[in-house]
């Protein structure tokens, strides 16, 4: 059973569960709650095996480096063989391939530069200061491509990426804090390795509250239906300063679930952005 649910988590899956729920949710409002049940099943199963395959070759690149500062994880422990997790890739990129392709050129197109986005991340980004990239590159793209698959292109949803800059920049730095030590041992030089601990949360902090005014300041100035992008605003604002105080508290067992919570809130952004516009 340890070794079932051990390559069950292996390709990060809270972060597939957090992804594939935003790509339903941005789908749902994207066909005011009627998607099409088929093109509707392809998107997700896309991004599924997207994100697998993503969460599948950080844990194979790692092996080595995971082996010396995090050896209780799945590879180094040997509950999931190095092949298993290659397998896990290529049944990942399978899928992917498979149900993203009947999606259209176009569509298709987003979803190779989104997941090429986290395979680059994995393979080089990751370990330089341009760790965030990624992130940047495909947290937005979401919405953006949920619209194009199952509705059509929507230019504002772009506005998404000045918007919500700042909060990914915080989502990656929230992601990567708890491993800066062994980043650092093995000369990562990822954001958060880079600025150290206590900067990275100063500019996680920062970042998040910033993001917060701009997205309200946003849907006050684009929105036709600006309450709603201030109400998500405002709930992820009491968030953030409840993370922060409960952080001040007891950092130790706050920050391994920071990501989680900035997760959360990158979501309850874009939702409140895409309602407050579209």
């Keep these: 059973?340890?070794?079932?649910?051990?390559?069950?988590?292996?390709p990060h899956t809270p972060a597939i569960v957090a992804v594939v729920g935003a790509t339903a949710l941005f789908g749902l409002l994207a066909t005011a709650g009627a998607p099409p049940p088929g093109r509707?099943?392809?998107l997700l199963l896309a991004m599924l095996g997207g994100q697998v395959a993503i969460g599948a070759l950080n844990e194979w690149y790692d092996r080595?480096?995971?082996a010396i500062s995090q050896p209780e994880k799945p590879i180094p422990s040997g509950l999931v063989t190095p092949g298993g997790a290659l397998i896990m890739l290529a049944g990942g990129l399978l899928l992917m391939l498979l149900a993203g392709a009947p999606l259209g050129v176009a569509s298709f197109g987003v979803l190779l530069l989104g997941t090429g986005s986290g395979l680059l991340y994995n393979l080089w980004l990751k370990r330089t200061p341009f760790s965030w990239l990624p992130y940047l590159v495909a947290l937005p793209l979401v919405p953006t491509w949920a619209w194009l698959t199952l509705d059509r292109f929507e230019p504002r949803l772009l506005l998404l990426y000045p918007l919500g800059g700042l909060l990914v920049v915080a989502v990656h730095l929230a992601q990567t804090l708890p491993d800066i030590a062994g980043d650092r041992a093995r000369g990562e030089r990822g954001l958060a390795a880079t600025l150290g601990r206590e900067r990275a949360l100063r500019l996680l902090w920062l970042?998040?509250?910033?993001?917060?005014?701009?997205?309200?300041a946003g849907a006050m100035l684009f929105g036709h239906r600006p309450a709603l992008g201030l109400l998500a605003a405002g709930l992820v604002m009491l968030l953030l300063l409840a993370a922060a105080l409960a952080h001040r508290r007891a950092p130790q067992r706050i920050e391994p679930r920071l990501f989680e919570?900035?997760?959360?809130?990158?979501?309850?952004?874009?939702a409140g952005w895409v309602a407050a516009v579209m």
């Design 1 to 10: 059973m340890r070794r079932v649910i051990a390559y069950i988590m292996l």
């Design 40 to 42: 509707f099943a392809l």
């Design 64 to 66: 080595a480096a995971d």
């Design 207 to 216: 970042a998040g509250g910033a993001s917060v005014a701009v997205v309200a």
């Design 261 to 270: 919570l900035l997760a959360v809130c990158a979501v309850l952004l874009g």
